[in-house]
T-cell receptor
Framework: DAGVIQSPRHEVTEMGQEVTLRCKPISGHDYLFWYRQTMMRGLELLIYFNNNVPIDDSGMPEDRFSAKMPNASFSTLKIQPSEPRDSAVYFCASSPEGKSSTDTQYFGPGTRLTVL | GQQLNQSPQSMFIQEGEDVSMNCTSS?????WLWYKQDPGEGPVLLIALYKAGELTSNGRLTAQFGITRKDSFLNISASIPSDVGIYFC???????????FGQGTRLTINP
């Protein structure tokens, strides 16, 4: 089975530009998570969705960040306008409904974002 | 955000040595997870623990869920070069989907 797919794998942009990160979760998974990883702060949960509905966006840094999940197989994380401090690796993860003890999160390969 | 206290932050060992790392928390978790992250990749689940006191093995890896439900450890026996990477613990509360992550332990193996 294909795992979580993220694109692009690397993104270099200039400050002020709009950035869109994309994620395709594992088919059949009901939950989708967006994380940010930096050396200083480690892995931080930004937002997660259940059945395409945002459940908790308390980790979204500020209004420049927005996330959508228009259908069960696709989600985007958008930063507009981007700033150098947004440079990080952004991970998408998905998990099935928690009905068994083996349900947990599976991570994508990440998008390394550099904002110049 | 809230993080688990994971230690050590880094380890430099010789190939063949055993490795031990742990995570502690001030609050209870119902599930403990251990992930490994290779350079340029996302974290990959190694072991999941669901019951206090549970001891689970996965090849050369052994992890335990502390009796108090506030800690967990991961041991790697007879380390090999491919064990190099960053190991993360994560805790999950009952009924919650959110994971709380430790800061990671960076494992380096000297040839």
């Amino acid at each position: 089975d294909a795992g979580v797919i993220q694109s692009p794998r690397h993104e270099v942009t200039e400050m002020g530009q709009e950035v869109t990160l994309r994620c395709k979760p594992i088919s059949g998974h009901d939950y989708l998570f967006w994380y940010r990883q930096t050396m200083m702060r480690g892995l931080e949960l930004l937002i997660y969705f259940n059945n395409n509905v945002p459940i908790d966006d308390s980790g979204m840094p500020e209004d420049r960040f927005s996330a959508k999940m228009p259908n069960a197989s696709f989600s985007t994380l958008k930063i507009q306008p981007s700033e150098p401090r947004d440079s990080a690796v952004y991970f998408c993860a998905s998990s099935p409904e928690g009905k068994s003890s083996t349900d947990t999160q599976y991570f994508g390969p990440g998008t390394r974002l550099t904002v110049l | 955000g809230q993080q688990l206290n994971q230690s050590p932050q880094s380890m430099f060992i010789q190939e063949g040595e055993d490795v031990s790392m742990n995570c502690t928390s001030s609050s209870i978790f119902n599930t403990w997870l251990w992930y490994k992250q290779d350079p340029g990749e996302g974290p990959v689940l190694l072991i999941a623990l669901y019951k206090a006191g549970e001891l689970t093995s996965n090849g050369r890896l052994t992890a335990q869920f502390g009796i108090t439900r506030k800690d967990s450890f991961l041991n790697i026996s007879a380390s090999i070069p491919s064990d190099v990477g960053i190991y993360f613990c994560a805790g999950q509360r009952q009924g919650a989907q959110k994971l709380v992550f430790g800061q990671g332990t960076r494992l380096t193996i000297n040839p």
